[in-house]
């Protein structure tokens, strides 16, 4: 233990009392709530599969850090809100990330911020092939029972650049230089089963067919009856995706620009929601649905038009698919469709509460491993939420589930949800001020390590109830069993 000389300072603003600072010799650290999380990675093994997929053409004896040691804390880095490497000179040296890279707090320093830059430098493209597969494996390992249907929305987030980074360029529509990272996430379990980088004014569908189709020959060797069904917005309106979906066998439901044709089909539906409103006062929806062929189509595609109307006035979106039912369930079509509002906020969550935005290594591979860091912190906390969910019933009570709750009553649950589970829904925000940002004393003995935590501690027993969540499942999968499944719904 290494302490700045002995100091002390007072300070007499507290009317009744001297207040002294001081240090002393004990291990502290702020991040405690990263121990059940530790302990749930390394029993499912998520950061040990992800290291072992990299290349580390590193030799000699004066090696001093793994890949799985680096790997662990620059995941749960993240987790705990530290965005890149540089904070990482001061937590090399803290007990907790000493404890979940596997070291005891008096053992030697982490790897710093130069390690870890060259570590993230020495990814090369067979290292992020191979991350690829250990995705794909891991988000089928996490299902227990063979699902009949998966839901996938793919979509894109703006990166800023702030230096000379490879293959950024100037974005018009975002007015900056960028990245355009790219992620497909399973609306079943929140998970990020893809990711891809691409330079910044890459159209977002490029290489999206080559990702689906890999994608789609792992998931149907794994489960060969499994239907598959992608969500996006206009962005990937293309006929290369429709067509790669098509082929696939993958329904799909894409968000479509309004045209002039669209307009004109959907003109009388607007006139009709306009005079009921007028009449009754009330917001008015409206669906129609319709064979459509634009110019660069080579055959005909069903279009399903919304048609809202309220008083900030009438508002047309329109989705092309080839869903079974879009033609005679337009509302249910849409509907479905606007349900991927859910992954969008995650995909918020990782460019912002995560940090995914903070690409900004020189090398464009470097930056592409970095986004896989930040995904698979994503996904390792995706998996703990899914773990502690404890969802109130709807109310009032339905007879339906929970996915056909539409409208206020749907909105109704979530709220109550939000407020009732709030780790089960919780941002990564939440989850740091709720469980990961905890002051703990760390003591080690002969045989044990000791982290106390104060007992006047507001969120102790959101503390106690991920622990026990966690260590259950650990002695579950150890004897066979498998509590965090998702249903074969």
Same mark, same amino acid.
């Given at each position: 233990?290494k ?8 300070f ?9 600072v001081q240090p002393v ?12 999380l530790g302990q749930?990675?390394?029993?499912l ?7 072992e997929?990299?290349?580390?053409r ?10 799985l040691e ?6 749960? !880095?993240?987790l ?7 904070d ?9 990330f000493? $404890?979940?890279?596997g070291r005891?707090?008096?053992?030697a320093e982490?790897a710093?911020q130069?390690?870890l830059s060259?570590?993230e430098?020495?990814i090369?493209?067979?290292?992020l092939k191979?991350?690829r597969?250990?995705?794909?494996e891991q ?5 227990? #029972? ?11 987030f ?6 000379q980074q490879?293959?950024i360029?100037?974005h ?6 960028q ?6 996430t399973?609306?079943?379990n929140?998970?990020v089963?893809?990711?891809a980088?691409?330079?910044g004014?890459a159209p977002?569908s490029?290489?999206l ?6 994608l789609v ?12 069904t992608?969500r ?11 067509e790669?979906?098509?082929?696939? !066998?993958i ?5 479509? #620009?309004?045209?002039p044709?669209?307009?004109r089909?959907?003109d ?13 006062? %009330? ?14 189509w080579p055959e005909a595609?069903?279009v399903?038009v919304?048609?809202e ?11 092309v ?8 369930l337009?509302?249910a079509?849409?509907d479905?469709?606007?349900q991927?509002?859910e992954?969008?906020?995650r995909? #918020?969550?990782?460019k912002?509460?995560l940090h995914a935005d903070?690409?900004?290594d020189? %090398?464009f591979?470097?930056?592409?491993f970095r ?8 996904n390792?906390l995706?998996r703990?939420r899914?773990l502690v ?10 007879? $339906? ?7 206020r009553?749907?909105k109704r649950?979530?709220n109550?949800?939000r407020?009732a589970?709030?780790? !089960? ?7 740091r001020?709720r469980?990961?940002k905890?002051?703990?004393?760390i ?8 982290v106390? $935590?104060?007992?006047?501690w507001?969120?102790?027993?959101h ?5 026990a ?11 066979g069993?498998?509590p965090?499944?998702?249903?074969s719904?």
């Open positions: 233990m302490q700045q000389g002995v100091w002390q300072e007072t007499d603003f507290f009317p009744h009392r001297t207040i002294v010799e004990a291990y502290f650290s702020t991040d405690a709530g990263l121990l059940p749930f990675d390394q029993t093994g998520l950061t040990q599969q992800f290291a997929a990299l290349i580390d590193r030799q000699g004896p004066a090696l001093k850090h793994s890949f680096m790997t662990r804390m620059r995941v749960f !880095g993240i705990a809100g530290y965005e890149d490497q540089n990482h000179d001061a937590l090399r040296r803290d007990a907790v000493k $404890l979940i890279a005891l707090p008096e053992d982490l710093s130069p390690t060259r570590f430098n020495a090369g493209p067979a290292s191979n991350l597969k250990v995705f794909v988000f089928i390992a996490s299902f227990h #029972k063979p699902p009949r249907h998966l839901t996938f929305d793919v979509d894109c703006d990166d800023p650049a702030h230096g490879q293959l360029f100037f018009g529509f975002y007015d900056q230089y990245y355009l990272p790219r992620v497909i399973c609306a079943e929140d998970q089963v893809m990711a980088l691409l330079f004014t977002p490029l290489g067919v080559d990702d689906l189709k890999y020959e792992q998931l149907r060797e794994a489960w060969p009856g499994v239907q598959i992608i996006a917005d206009s962005g990937f309106a293309v006929p290369e995706v429709y790669g979906c098509e082929q696939l !066998g329904h799909y439901t894409i968000g479509l #620009k309004m045209n044709v669209l307009k089909q959907s009388p539906l607007l006139a009709e929601a306009v005079a009921c409103y007028e009449q009754s006062g %009330r917001p008015q929806r409206r669906f129609t649905a319709f064979p459509y062929q634009a110019g660069s595609r069903f399903v919304k048609v109307v309220n008083a900030l006035g009438s508002n047309r979106r329109a989705v698919t080839n869903r079974p039912g879009g033609p005679v337009p509302e079509t849409y479905e469709y606007a991927r509002g992954s969008e906020n995909n #918020k969550e990782l912002c509460s903070r690409l900004s020189h %090398r591979m470097a930056n592409y986004l896989y860091l930040h995904c698979l912190a994503a390792l995706a703990v899914a969910a404890d969802p109130p019933p709807p109310d009032p009570p339905s007879d $339906l589930p929970i996915e056909a709750l539409a409208g009553e749907r649950h979530f109550r949800r407020q589970d709030p780790l !089960g829904r919780g941002h990564a925000q939440t989850w001020l469980l990961i905890v002051a703990a004393q003591t080690v003995s002969v045989r044990r390590v000791w106390q $935590l104060t007992g006047s507001p969120f102790l027993h503390y106690r109830q991920v622990s969540a966690v260590n259950a499942f650990c002695s579950a999968l150890s004897q069993d498998c965090l499944a998702i249903d719904g």
